[in-house]
């Protein structure tokens, strides 16, 4: 009995076998031999997992497939087994990712109790975007599983933010929405579930995204950052990439590979486990950021994250964009004027139908969403908390913007259904 009091235990040596829990950035514990085993640990892990997608893959090829193999989205253990999940998938030719955000209290469904209420606008390198941080050097990425979810009431942000900084900045190469399964727009939130495709939020904003991004409106940017750590490295028993490493370090100096806050906002971020790789790049990013207005440029000159105002401006030849938390603002784009009114939040798209740069399309979908809500729904004042989950049918918000063309004049608008048919007659303009 007796004793100081002090918490101990990450000087106390195990022997059993290592949880999740223990693979954190900076190691299991202050002993270094404890973090040698929890390394020798992983590795033997990782080996065997490697080794099993390796006969997986050789036996589909001896089989005749020609196709692009992938391993597994799920990840195994915490921070510190992080590059030797990377390490085991590049096994194979596609690395693929699952990411998620929103949700509340209901976990798979819709329940009255706590919001996720943060907006992906709030964070710089956090949410379903992080994800980007795992792109492999020289291997395809793709998200085969995402969504932001009800109840969040800012989830029309994400796809246009996936399709902008995802597949043009980034360059990702193929996604999935989770998930697709009606076969109509449902009523409000859908059975009450938390991942359902087929609403306006994602397939309402698909038909402009989608354009956008096979036609490749927004370029690839530049490599902001290479990050390359050797074999070995990845098994120190803690993550090398925050904490550092021998190989780590820009420049193969040795050291943490630290990214400047919201690199991939400015370009591609790449990373990758191996023997003789060069050593680590980092570009100069400081012309891309503005500290008085607080604005992260991407390296194209496209794409604008008003870090401040919660707001990014897209700005290609064919598809300009304004999303987020815009009320009261104005911003001008390299073909419009938008001026927005009351409307808290919103995402707004303006894309080219007939493939000529905004400024001189005679064709143009105008795609406006803000905050959706099921009859009945009722938040706290604070929105962390849903009171009441209602009903059917949903109620979209409308979206006050005045949108003036900068040169030329609009013809005629036409309202449609979110199906894309016309409704009534033609819209009052200026």
């Given at each position: ?9 990450r ?5 059993g076998?290592?949880?999740?829990w223990?693979m ?7 002993t270094?031999?404890?973090s040698?085993?929890?390394g020798?640990?992983i ?7 490697r ?16 196709g692009?193999?992938i391993?597994?989205a ?5 921070p ?6 990377l390490?085991?998938?590049?096994a ?6 699952h990411?998620?955000?929103g ?6 469904q819709?329940r009255?109790?706590d ?5 992906h606008?709030?964070t710089l390198d956090g ?5 980007g941080?795992?792109?492999v050097?020289g291997k395809p990425?793709?998200?085969?599983e995402?969504t ?9 942000e994400?796809a246009?933010?996936?399709?902008f900084?995802?597949?043009?900045l980034?360059?990702?190469?193929a ?5 697709a399964?009606?076969?109509d727009l ?10 359902v495709t ?12 989608a354009r ?6 927004f370029?690839?940017?530049?490599l902001?950052?290479a ?5 070995d490295?990845?098994?120190l028993g ?5 904490q ?5 370090g820009?420049?193969?100096g040795?050291?943490?590979l630290?990214l ?13 486990v191996g023997?003789?790789?060069?050593p680590s790049?980092?570009g100069?990013v ?7 207005r607080?604005?992260i440029?991407?390296?194209t000159?496209?794409l604008a ?9 897209a700005?290609s ?13 104005a ?9 927005f009114?009351?409307t ?12 000529a740069?905004l400024a ?12 959706d ?7 706290s ?35 449609l ?8 007659g033609?819209v009052?303009?200026?």
């Amino acid at each position: 009995g007796g004793g100081s009091g002090a918490d101990d235990s990450r000087d106390t040596p195990r022997r059993g076998i290592s949880g999740a829990w223990e693979m954190q950035a900076d190691g299991p514990s202050r002993t270094p031999a404890e973090s040698k085993r929890l390394g020798d640990f992983i590795r033997f892990l990782a080996e065997t997992q490697r080794s099993y997608f390796e006969r997986r893959r050789d036996a589909l090829r001896a089989h005749g497939y020609d196709g692009l193999t992938i391993s597994t989205a799920w990840q195994a253990g915490g921070p510190a087994a992080h590059l030797a999940n990377l390490w085991t998938d590049d096994a194979m030719d596609v690395i693929d990712r699952h990411a998620y955000f929103g949700g509340g209290a209901g976990g798979h469904q819709v329940r009255r109790g706590d919001v996720n209420s943060a907006s992906h606008l709030g964070t710089l390198d956090g949410g379903i975007l992080a994800r980007g941080y795992e792109q492999v050097e020289g291997k395809p990425f793709m998200l085969s599983e995402w969504t932001q979810s009800p109840p969040n009431e800012w989830k029309a942000e994400i796809a246009p933010l996936v399709a902008f900084y995802g597949f043009g900045l980034g360059g990702w190469d193929a996604s999935t929405h989770f998930s697709a399964g009606r076969a109509d727009l449902g009523g409000g939130w859908p059975d009450e579930d938390s991942y359902v495709t087929e609403t306006p939020s994602y397939i309402g904003q698909f038909p402009a995204l989608a354009r956008a991004v096979h036609r490749g409106d927004f370029m690839h940017g530049p490599l902001i950052a290479a990050r390359r750590v050797a074999t070995d490295d990845a098994f120190l028993g803690l993550d090398a990439l925050s904490q550092g490493a021998p190989s780590g370090g820009w420049g193969g100096g040795g050291g943490p590979l630290a990214l400047p806050l919201g690199a991939q906002l400015m370009g591609r971020v790449t990373v990758k486990v191996g023997d003789g790789l060069a050593p680590s790049t980092l570009g100069d990013v400081t012309a891309l950021v503005d500290p008085v207005r607080e604005i992260i440029h991407s390296a194209t000159g496209e794409l604008a994250w008003h870090v401040a105002d919660s707001v990014v401006v897209a700005d290609s030849e064919r598809t300009q964009a304004v999303i987020g938390f815009a009320a009261n603002t104005a911003f001008t784009t390299g073909a419009f004027e938008v001026a927005f009114g009351e409307t808290t939040f919103a995402s707004l798209i303006l894309t080219s139908l007939d493939d000529a740069p905004l400024a001189v399309s005679r064709r143009v979908l105008v795609t406006a969403l803000a905050r959706d809500r099921q009859t009945g729904a009722r938040y706290s004042v604070n929105r962390r908390f849903l009171e009441a989950v209602g009903g059917p049918p949903l109620l979209m918000e409308p979206v006050q913007a005045r949108i003036r063309l900068r040169s030329g004049t609009i013809r005629s608008a036409r309202a449609l259904r979110p199906d894309g048919v016309p409704v009534g007659g033609q819209v009052d303009h200026d």
